[in-house]
């Protein structure tokens, strides 16, 4: 479960983690991280 105090934009998410946001996306992708979009 996720708290919306928790969650970021994934434009801020990538300047926070100093990466791009297709990385944030690959990373998505192979499990790394998890995503929710706001319908979530």
């Known amino acids: 479960m996720h708290r919306l ?5 994934i ?3 990538a300047k926070l983690k100093g ?3 297709d ?3 690959r ?4 499990g790394k991280i998890k995503a929710y979009s ?3």
Do not use: H, M
Not at 5 to 9: H, I, T
């Open 38 to 40: 706001q319908s979530d």
């Open 23 to 25: 990385t944030l996306r």
């Open 11 to 13: 434009g801020e998410a």
């Open 27 to 30: 990373w998505e992708k192979r």
């Open 5 to 9: 105090d928790d969650l970021f934009a």
């Open 19 to 21: 990466v791009s946001v």
